[in-house]
């Protein structure tokens, strides 16, 4: 199958779906439909293996949620799969279950994740809240325990822990286990590779990351391009071969704070068609700059090139709300609005993420879409790597996981090449205070926000409260990890929340 006769099978998103956390999917609830055949407790496998054959029964049957004898058969597997040690009950897999098989469990496991509306909100006030030093010990822990080299899991847990900081809690421990630890345990993700520089001049480098931890490929990349920056005004570094990188913020940071500008982009999974398409072609690749100003937080706009991301269609499913149009459109080219109906679909492989701008072109979705594919282009043609279904991240023959090699780049300028950098940091507050001081709507919020405002509101009010708070289905993510990983029972023997 050629690049250009792409086509993308439920399985695909569901690999996409499962690396996502969360303890809530779907409103609605389907009738529910229990397991018809009994566990023998000799046949019990591991959780990963439950995983990959719940993906297997899907993969091999499209049709298969029209299908009794098919749905009892997943509905057994995922009953097995909920009682296994190491299975996060927050996986999305059950709500997958849920939304396209109608298999609903009772089981005392699954009814742990479950929360809505005040219930919800009443939990969240009472999660512990757990020191950013204590849990980014943690997490170099467990990067070490993995085979990580010490400095390098320095640096991986600071990327995470950096999310967490900003507010972005989908990048930050959300991503330890599903992202790195899981694909680690799979061996799509390696731990601790060689880092090749393949070309480099003065003001250029393209490097190969080797499939090693994004976390630590990406700091080491933007470190050169600033490096080059320093002694020429301009560095860029385009990177292969990498995997996923964190916050995209994160490296535009590491330029404002050394007196750079810095623009980052990856590319990722295809989940955007581009513009009068159906077909997920593009990911939902960032665009990310960062400015130093005067005020005590740079510029950063960290966000992806799609109207929505799968998991703001998710929080709609969980408000009960639709989805606006032109955020998602089916493969008969129709702008949907039933949230669930969107969820359901995407798994099927029957909807797409729209582009900046939304579907068509009356609001400018175009722009979107060119944005899109131009991080792509630079996440692939410099270092001829790869796109589309070739880092779907599924193998098509046996469903399991596969390696997905992205592509990364990184640009850095130093300002006092060009003016003073306090000068430049000057004319850029005086604007930005300009924007947030100038008159605010009637019926909104009362404020203007700048990029990167929000992160900082975050960091002050984490800071101040102690920490971050740590959901139940992390914690067990946490425990899970602890008693499994070599060494660090005895270093965690009781976890905060314990």
């Known amino acids: 199958m050629t690049k250009n006769s792409i086509h993308f099978l439920p399985i695909a998103l569901l690999l996409l779906a499962l690396t996502i956390t969360t303890t809530s999917f779907l409103h609605s609830t389907p009738p529910l439909i229990r397991p018809t ?11 990963p293996d439950l995983r990959t054959d719940l993906l297997k029964i899907i993969g091999e049957n499209p049709g298969g949620h029209q299908d009794t004898t098919v749905r009892e058969s997943f509905a057994a597997k995922l009953q097995e799969y909920s009682k296994a040690e190491g299975a996060d009950p927050s996986d999305v897999i059950f709500a997958i279950g849920k939304a396209v098989f109608g298999v609903e469990l009772e089981g005392p496991d699954v009814k742990k994740a479950k929360t809505n509306g005040d219930a919800a909100k009443s939990a969240a006030d009472d999660l512990p809240i757990v020191d950013f030093d204590y ?55 390696y731990p601790d590779k060689p880092i090749d520089i393949v070309s480099e001049s003065d003001t250029t480098a393209l490097v190969d990351g080797n499939l090693g931890l994004g976390l ?44 750079c500008i810095g623009l980052t982009g990856t590319n990722a999974r295809p989940s955007i068609a581009p513009t009068f398409g159906v077909e997920p072609m593009m990911g939902t690749n960032p665009l990310t700059w960062g400015i130093p100003s005067s005020d005590e937080f740079p510029f950063v706009i960290d966000c992806a090139t799609s109207v929505n991301q799968r998991g703001k269609i998710e929080k709609y499913a969980r408000d009960g709300v639709e989805t606006p149009r032109g955020a998602v459109i089916d493969d008969q080219g129709m702008e949907r609005t039933d949230t669930e109906g969107n969820l359901r679909d995407m798994v099927l492989g029957k909807c797409a993420l729209t582009p900046l701008g939304g579907a068509g072109d009356k609001m400018g979705g175009y722009k979107g879409y060119r944005w899109a594919a131009t991080v792509e282009l630079l996440c692939t043609a410099l270092g001829s790597g790869p796109w589309g279904e070739d880092i779907c991240g599924v193998d098509r023959a046996t469903g399991k996981p596969k390696p997905m090699p992205l592509g990364h780049f990184f640009l850095a300028i130093d300002i006092e090449k060009i003016c003073p950098v306090d000068t430049f940091k000057k004319n850029a507050g005086e604007f930005l205070e300009a924007l947030r001081g100038s008159r605010k709507a009637p019926n909104g919020p009362g404020r203007i926000w700048t990029a990167g405002e929000p992160e900082n509101d975050a960091r002050v009010e984490r800071t101040g409260q102690g920490g971050m708070k740590v959901n139940v289905p992390l914690q067990k993510n946490m425990q899970v990890l602890r008693d499994n990983r070599p060494g660090l029972k005895d270093k965690y023997a009781k976890l905060p929340f314990e």
């Not at 055949?37 to 959780?47: R, V």
């Not at 400095?151 to 991986?156: D, K, Y």
């Not at 900081?165 to 799979?186: A, F, Q, T, V």
């Not at 005004?233 to 996923?244: E, I, L």
């Open 216 to 259: 630590y490929i990406g700091p080491h990349c933007m470190q050169i391009a600033i490096d080059k920056a320093k002694k020429h005004g301009v560095g860029f570094v385009a990177c292969r071969n990498s995997t996923h990188y964190g916050i995209a913020g994160y490296y535009a940071t590491m330029a404002t704070d050394q007196g």
């Open 135 to 189: 849990m980014k010990q943690f997490m170099k822990e467990v990067f070490l325990s993995y085979g990580v080299s010490p400095e390098r899991a320095e640096t991986c847990s600071d990327v995470l822990i950096e999310a967490d900081k900003r507010g972005i809690d989908s990048h930050g421990l959300g991503r330890l286990k599903p992202i790195y630890c899981d694909r680690m345990d799979n061996g799509i993700l």
């Open 37 to 47: 055949t009994s566990l023998s407790p000799t046949a019990i496998m591991s959780a």
